[in-house]
């Protein structure tokens, strides 16, 4: 396309040299004019009028429309991080401590709920089942106990003080018995299978949430204990947006507008989000709300952290547009093209037929500043500086080579 352009600029810039050519007589003759009335106008206006013939409009493939009325989606532009909830994050740890013997994840493993990941000895894992059995075998005992006691008080053979003993005790082991039990479960012993041949020196580390592996800080050999983590575990399929809005487009957000967004290090691939959540303060000093997103569709790539552009699709509305490429841009404003009645450019001589003393036809453009608006689907909502005709034919291309053409008009204007 640049070289297309070049191309265009190159046949522009002979029209522009021909016409040099055919009016430096004329500037001659004007300059003895000019020095006459040299007073009266100190500065010139700025040229605002271009004039092209009809061969200069072919060759540069200009062709003509009318400010339309289009329905238009505004949008804004937004920053802002990727982030997953906090209820979709975990850290594995151990309730016991113990030495890793075997560590089966690796960084960015797929793990599921209750999935076995790591495994851990210490000697006194053996000494709670054990415990657990002694007390299993004293509770029998101090069951009898307490039946014997109270077969003789009822009996008025024994005395009440050893049989509150003997219930005393019972309820002891019972408690004592339940205590155990609580921990061999939370160990992941089942206390149905122990025995004295079958105790584990050994306990599992499972997963407590499905994810991927996001970051190991334990190797096989290390001693671990409850406040020593071993992983950290990221279910990256819940994944939202945090958009930094600012406050004068938090009017314009509303909860199931549509999102696109790039990755700040990948502009490559386009994602969509939902917001779902606005926020109700700032953001620390930034003069920014917090306004929340679920990432729909696809979510390949993306990692909890990452820094995103975006655009929030805002509501429709009809209103005056033309085709974004009718639309310059000089010295920071906007103009546009449409063609003028205006008869002191009204014809020009062609220096291909001054022989024939043909004269061509030429099309006058005047330049008129406008605002611009919402961009959508190629077309620009406009507002005029002054009023524009509503008939008015604007070049609706070209106007980039008609703009060139102006600018060379004046600085060839002496």
Do not use: W
């Not at 040099?20 to 009028?49: R, S």
């Not at 009822?154 to 018995?177: C, F, M, S």
């Not at 509303?254 to 303060?281: C, M, W």
């Not at 002191?344 to 220096?351: L, V």
């Amino acid at each position: 396309m640049k070289i297309k352009h070049n191309i265009i600029y190159l046949i522009l810039s002979a029209f522009f040299l021909i016409s040099c050519g055919e009016n430096k007589n004329a500037a001659g003759d004007a300059e003895n004019t000019t020095q006459q009335n040299g007073d009266q106008h100190e500065e010139e206006t700025p040229q605002v009028t271009a004039s092209l013939t009809q061969d200069q409009i072919k060759a540069v493939g200009i062709t003509f429309g009318t400010i339309e009325m289009k329905e238009l989606v505004s949008t804004i532009k937004v920053n802002g991080l990727l982030r997953v909830p906090n209820n979709n994050k975990a850290t594995v740890t151990s309730l016991y401590g113990g030495v890793i013997k075997t560590l089966n994840i690796q960084v960015g493993s797929l793990v599921k709920k209750g999935q076995i990941i790591a495994t851990i000895a210490n000697p006194e894992f053996i000494q709670l089942q054990e415990d657990y059995l002694t007390t299993n075998s004293r509770i029998l005992y101090a069951e009898q106990e307490y039946k014997r006691q109270k077969e003789l008080f009822d009996n008025d053979a024994g005395a009440k003080k050893n049989l509150q003993n003997a219930n005393a005790e019972l309820r002891t082991l019972r408690t004592k018995k339940s205590s155990l039990l609580k921990q061999l479960q939370m160990m992941g012993i089942s206390p149905s299978k122990i025995s004295d041949g079958s105790m584990r020196s050994g306990l599992t580390i499972t997963a407590p949430i499905s994810g991927t592996i996001s970051n190991i800080t334990a190797q096989i050999g290390s001693y671990v204990d409850s406040s020593s983590p071993m992983a950290e575990i990221i279910d990256n399929g819940s994944i939202h947006l945090d958009l930094q809005v600012f406050e004068k487009d938090l009017p314009k957000m509303r909860v199931g507008q549509i999102v696109h967004f790039k990755l700040t290090n990948n502009p490559e691939t386009e994602y969509d989000a939902k917001v779902y959540s606005i926020g109700s303060s700032f953001e620390n000093e930034s003069k920014t709300i917090s306004v929340h997103s679920d990432v729909i569709g696809n979510k390949t790539g993306l990692i909890d952290g990452m820094n995103i552009t975006g655009i929030v699709s805002l509501d429709k509305s009809t209103t005056p547009a033309i085709p974004s490429e009718a639309i310059v841009e000089a010295e920071g404003k906007f103009y546009i093209f449409i063609q003028s009645d205006d008869e002191s450019h009204g014809q020009h001589k062609d220096k291909n037929d001054e022989k024939n003393d043909k004269i061509a036809t030429t099309i006058n453009f005047k330049k008129i500043e406008v605002v611009k608006g919402t961009s959508d689907m190629g077309y620009t909502a406009i507002t005029s500086v002054n009023e524009i005709p509503s008939d008015a034919k604007i070049a609706v291309k070209g106007a980039f080579f008609i703009n060139a053409k102006l600018s060379n008009a004046g600085e060839h204007d002496h």
